[in-house]
């Protein structure tokens, strides 16, 4: 079992990079696939980015290809999500969630979640 939290929303400019962290409790974060998904107002949680338990294969939604990274590093505990060239669109609260599936992209195929952590791209 995991718990994961996250770090490192804010505010940015459209253009602009951000970071975001997800430290999970638990001594058995490494086999778990972890993801992030992402939530806009009034809109339903969507995929964003996943990786797979030991890191070597990523996989995205196509809107974030090219602009967001994804990578874990199981020593830490902890998997990230480096955002870069945003867009107005990208507003959203981010979560993170753990899974004990391989490519799973929808949000009933992950266990534990974290709190979430707002992203805001102003334009």
């Known amino acids: 079992q995991v718990q994961p939290l996250e770090s490192g929303g804010g505010l940015v400019q459209a253009g602009g990079s951000l970071r975001l962290s997800c430290a999970a409790s638990?001594?058995?974060?490494?086999?778990?696939?972890m993801a992030w998904f992402r939530q806009a107002p009034g809109k339903e949680r969507e995929f964003v980015a996943l990786?797979?338990?030991?890191?070597?294969?990523?996989y995205y939604t196509n809107s974030v290809k090219g602009r967001f990274t994804i990578s874990r590093d199981n020593a830490k505990n902890t998997v990230y999500l480096q955002l870069n060239s945003l867009k107005p669109e990208d507003t959203a609260v981010y979560y993170c969630?753990?899974?004990?599936?391989?490519?799973?992209?929808?949000?009933?195929?992950?266990?534990?979640w974290g709190q979430g952590t707002q992203v805001t791209v102003s334009s």
């Open positions: 969630a753990a899974g004990r599936l391989g490519i799973a992209t929808m949000s009933n195929e992950y266990d534990y």
């Open positions: 638990g001594r058995t974060f490494s086999i778990y696939t």
């Open positions: 990786i797979s338990r030991s890191g070597a294969s990523t």
